[in-house]
């Protein structure tokens, strides 16, 4: 599986983005899929997860409320609606694919990773 990230950009706090990610090759509807952001200085970390039904979804404190994670599997697609950012939001945004539920792996364990997008968000 290849993923793309795509839909980051500069907004000012308050504004909304809508992230996708992309995914082409091995069957896409047969992975869970997950949103990790990494702000300079800091570590990845876990945003956002969707089964591979779209039946389910988990997120971090930080974001619930503002952010939805959806996909569509017929356009191999998830995507990210960010709505009242914040400038604590500013990171890149890297999509990542795997078999297994699991918010808390180590990230190299999980299977696929896209290459980031920036999200910057102005005070």
């Known amino acids: 599986v290849q993923l793309q990230a795509s839909g980051g950009g500069l907004v000012q706090a308050g504004g909304s983005l809508r992230l996708s990610c992309a995914a082409s090759g091995r069957a896409f509807s047969i992975y869970h899929m997950y949103w990790f952001r990494q702000a300079p200085g800091k570590e990845r970390e876990f945003v956002a997860a969707?089964?591979?039904?779209?039946?389910?979804?988990s997120y971090v404190d930080s974001v619930k409320g503002r952010f939805t994670i959806s996909r569509d599997n017929a356009k191999n697609t998830v995507y990210l609606q960010m709505n009242n950012l914040k400038p604590e939001d500013t990171a890149v945004y890297y999509c990542a694919a795997d078999r297994s539920w699991n918010t808390i792996m180590t990230l190299e364990n999980y299977d696929y990773w896209g290459q980031g997008t920036q999200v910057t968000v102005s005070s």
């Open positions: 969707i089964t591979w039904s779209g039946g389910r979804t």
